[in-house]
């Protein structure tokens, strides 16, 4: 993928949170810790089910921005997801390379997380299109994605998804050659 012309990678983060399962009560500690590069070091990820709450809500909502149909709703809910955000970017080289990070580095890691989804998705949208976000066209997937292709023709989550429809499409194919 091409994050050049995206400027961040802030969205992947979002998308990654809306895809997360949320079966497990502890889900949003392991989720935090499998993206730590997103939150300053030394942030507690333990969170209250309270908290843990608002963490599903945001997911829901990154969710739900990328399965609107019109621009109208993907104003409506981007809107209500950027009014989450307490946005106080800064400037790092920490993993690096220059990028920016978008919320208050001493704030508790919901703050982080929220506002790091919020602004990377909304840049995207704002300056990209909100058709970028979709939703995996394979069979028995619903996961949302956001398509950084350069001729935007992404329609799957993954390469799994994409192999798994190919095959599917090809066998189907075959049956009703036979
Ligand atoms: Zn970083
Ligand atoms: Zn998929």
Excluded at 14 to 36: K, Q, V, Y
Excluded at 127 to 147: K, P, S, T
Excluded at 165 to 178: F, G, H, L, N
């Amino acid at each position: 993928m091409d994050y050049d012309t995206y400027g961040s990678t802030a969205v992947e983060l979002a998308i990654a949170l809306a895809n997360t399962e949320r079966d497990d009560p502890e889900w949003a500690r392991a989720f935090l810790g499998s993206h730590e590069e997103w939150f300053t070091a030394g942030t507690s990820f333990d969170l209250s089910p309270g908290k843990t709450h608002r963490a599903a809500a945001t997911a829901e909502l990154v969710r739900s921005v990328a399965l609107a149909e019109s621009q109208a709703d993907v104003l409506d809910r981007l809107n209500e997801l950027l009014a989450l955000a307490r946005p106080r970017p800064y400037a790092t080289d920490h993993d690096g390379s220059l990028h920016l990070h978008f919320a208050r580095q001493d704030s508790p890691a919901l703050e982080q997380l929220t506002t790091t989804v919020a602004m990377g998705l909304s840049q995207v949208v704002v300056q990209h299109g909100w058709q970028r976000l979709g939703v995996c066209a394979a069979e028995n997937c619903d996961d949302v994605y956001v398509d950084t292709s350069r001729n935007a023709s992404r329609r799957y989550c993954s390469n799994t998804c994409a192999s798994r429809s190919t095959v599917a499409a090809y066998r189907a194919r075959q049956k009703t050659e036979e």
